[in-house]
T-cell receptor, first 111, second 116 residues
Framework: NAGVTQTPKFRILKIGQSMTLQCTQD?????MYWYRQDPGMGLKLIYY???????DKGEVPNGYNVSRSTTEDFPLRLELAAPSQTSVYFCASSPEGSPLHFGNGTRLTVT | AQKITQTQPGMFVQEKEAVTLDCTYD???????LFWYKQPSSGEMIFLIY??????QNATEGRYSLNFQKARKSANLVISASQLGDSAMYFC?????????????FGTGTLLAVQP
């Protein structure tokens, strides 16, 4: 049982480049989330989805986009990378009302 | 708006002693859930314990218990008999069940160091 899988594990981007962080889950969870964690800080919610075709902004959505075409996948898109987006990104999923299952994170550096 | 506050940036505890990590919250949702997660230095997020706002009894999971005081809006984590492996960052989180939000927000965390 793979759970929540994030790829890549590490990535270095130049300012202005774009990339997609992949997230997939095999637990048939309706709810999926993207968080970022800056060094020494808590997790900030970027975007979340309550089901396929439905997404909504979290606390820090600027500079990011998401889509949810299937229950399994919830990719996060960075269009114009900026140094402020250097962070660790976590994807998570859950059934309604239950604890979140987290992926292992993607460490992104923008230089 | 929802808010989670953890006022202890760091704490020390002696091995085998109990420790309490503080968490206060604010929400307008009548129904909500409170969670604690552990993040060791390896970085993964590990779910520890859950308390529903309408649960009559405080949640317990092994050495972890949640001291839930609804009127004070606090949800402190108690770790009994601390072990060296408990050294980690601990996050309190809250999830409202009003409307279609169902999003989980986190506090800033408490770094716990267990000393031998």
């Amino acid at each position: 049982n793979a759970g929540v899988t994030q790829t890549p594990k590490f990535r270095i981007l130049k300012i202005g480049q774009s990339m997609t962080l992949q997230c997939t889950q095999d637990m048939n969870h309706n709810y999926m989330y993207w968080y970022r964690q800056d060094p020494g800080m808590g997790l900030k919610l970027i975007y979340y989805s309550v089901g396929a075709g439905i997404t909504d902004k979290g606390e820090v959505p600027n500079g990011y986009n998401v889509s949810r075409s299937t229950t399994e996948d919830f990719p996060l898109r960075l269009e114009l990378a900026a140094p402020s987006q250097t962070s660790v990104y976590f994807c998570a999923s859950s059934p309604e009302g239950s604890p979140l299952h987290f992926g292992n994170g993607t460490r992104l550096t923008v230089t | 708006a929802q808010k989670i506050t953890q006022t202890q940036p760091g704490m020390f505890v002696q091995e085998k002693e109990a420790v309490t990590l503080d968490c206060t919250y604010d929400t307008s949702d009548p129904s909500y859930g409170l969670f604690w997660y552990k993040q060791p230095s390896s970085g993964e997020m590990i779910f520890l314990i859950y308390q529903g706002s309408y649960d009559q009894q405080n949640a317990t999971e092994g050495r972890y218990s949640l001291n839930f005081q609804k009127a004070r809006k606090s949800a402190n984590l108690v770790i009994s008999a601390s072990q060296l492996g408990d050294s980690a960052m601990y996050f309190c989180a809250m999830r409202g069940y009003g409307g279609a939000t169902n999003k989980l927000i986190f506090g800033t965390g408490t770094l716990l160091a267990v000393q031998p």
